[in-house]
């Protein structure tokens, strides 16, 4: 089933950091569909979650060296 995850993060300082991100999500075995929102400091997922989770999804992020404040996770309509 698909459900989209939006991860809240610490705060984006360029716009290189939205391109990391982006790239690593985007890559993730099961994502769909990955947004950075620059000025949110957000970034939106859209997700198989027979292949991976939110929470997985969160530690790419950490790995690349950012903070993931918050996780919201919610099934697509």
């Known amino acids: ?4 995850a939006v991860l809240q993060l610490d ?7 939205m391109t ?3 790239s690593a999500v985007s ?3 099961g994502v ?3 947004q950075v929102l620059f000025n949110a ?3 939106k997922v859209d997700f198989d979650d ?3 989770t939110a929470d997985e999804l969160a530690e790419v992020i950490t790995k690349l060296g950012y903070t993931v404040e918050h996780i919201k996770v ?4």
């Open 20 to 22: 990391k991100i982006q």
């Open 11 to 17: 705060g984006l300082t360029c716009p290189s950091c």
């Open 1 to 4: 089933m698909t459900k989209r």
């Open 27 to 29: 890559k993730h075995p």
């Open 41 to 43: 400091s957000k970034v």
């Open 32 to 34: 769909e569909k990955a």
């Open 74 to 77: 919610k099934a697509e309509a």
């Open 50 to 52: 027979s292949q991976t």
